[in-house]
């Protein structure tokens, strides 16, 4: 799901690239896509495209005269170009045709997710968001009062949308790992200096994605937005070297999510366990890399051939 470094330059890019063009015409594939029905949707035809701005993970289009198209994409959902006029193909939602080209917004997959809702204020499209402290404009004293308003893990707090803005999966990751922090610590346990440690590393790791994603993004559009990047330290890396220890970076799923973390940096060399592994395995489970290794030695020893008698 894009979180708030891939949405803020898809802001940014769909402002440079169709602000003040009109859109000639919306043509809508899916019309599940479309949550509201008044004012219609059908209403952006001839507005043109003034701004755009994030609400927490949700890209909200101002068009003029004041609408606003606030799209939420989900998992799979994506924008893309097209030649205007273009076909929409069998993942596109919907497109706005500008006089040059046509905007598309794809969902990838059977789980169709994503969703426009239409507005007509901006109060109406704020109203959306689920309440979270936007993490780069926060003070470490809003920070801190995010983070300590509920008894939770660093990881579900992180990625909490009632607490903090934009952060999910992927960054809550990232964050944890170079702040050197588990990510099932308790939050109720977090002493003042590791809660500034952790709002500066907050801080620290979404500016530099930004900034990275811009990059990339040049003076084009983001067409290949991502939770899996290379450059990332831990998430999507699950036994890959930690860029930092080289141990295997060690993953716990739950839910609909996982935590990708290093043993070795954040948790003291201790593995965390993972619920349905743990139990299966009861007493089995190992604690430690160390266990892990001796177990994974264990097992390619029992299934060596035996050496045949001399």
């Known amino acids: 799901m894009p979180e708030l470094p ?17 859109v000639e015409n919306l043509r809508v594939k899916s019309p599940f896509v479309i949550r509201t029905f008044d004012p219609p949707a059908s209403a952006v035809v001839g507005r043109k495209l003034a701004s755009a701005f994030r609400v927490g993970k949700r890209i909200a289009l101002v068009f003029d005269p004041e609408l606003y198209f606030v799209v939420h994409l989900m998992i799979a959902g994506r924008f893309h170009l097209a030649p205007s006029g273009k076909a929409l193909g069998k993942i596109a939602l919907l497109g706005f045709d500008f006089p040059d080209e046509t905007l598309l917004l794809t969902e990838a997959g059977t789980k169709k997710r994503a969703s426009v809702h239409v507005v007509a204020t901006r109060e109406e499209a704020l109203a959306l968001g689920r309440g979270g402290i936007e993490p780069l404009e926060a003070t470490l004293e809003e920070f801190a009062g995010a983070l300590k308003a509920e008894n939770h893990t660093l990881k579900r707090a992180l990625t909490d949308p ?34 500034e440690r952790l709002y500066d590393t907050t801080r620290r790791v979404l500016t530099t994605w930004v900034e990275r994603l811009r990059l990339d993004a040049g003076d084009g559009f983001p067409e290949k937005v991502t939770a899996f990047r290379p450059e990332m330290a831990v998430h999507g890396r699950y036994k890959q ?26 948790t003291g060399g201790r593995l965390l366990a993972d619920r349905a592994l743990s139990r299966l395995l009861h007493g089995d489970w190992p604690k430690t890399l160390e266990e892990l290794e001796e177990s994974k030695a264990q097992r390619a020893a029992s299934v060596l051939p035996s050496k045949p008698d001399s």
Do not use: H
């Not at 949405?7 to 003040?20: N, Q, S, W």
């Not at 990751?173 to 610590?185: A, G, H, Q, V, Y």
């Open 6 to 22: 891939d949405v803020v330059v898809y802001v940014e890019r769909l402002v440079a690239r169709f602000g003040g063009q009109p």
């Open 241 to 266: 070297p930690c860029p930092v220890c080289a141990s295997p970076v060690q993953r716990i799923a739950y839910a609909s999510n996982e935590a990708n973390y290093c043993a070795t940096c954040q």
């Open 162 to 195: 009632r607490l903090f803005s934009g952060i999910g999966n992927a960054y809550s990751d990232e964050i944890l790992f170079w702040c050197r922090l588990s990510p099932m610590k308790r939050t109720i346990d977090l002493d003042p200096e590791t809660i």
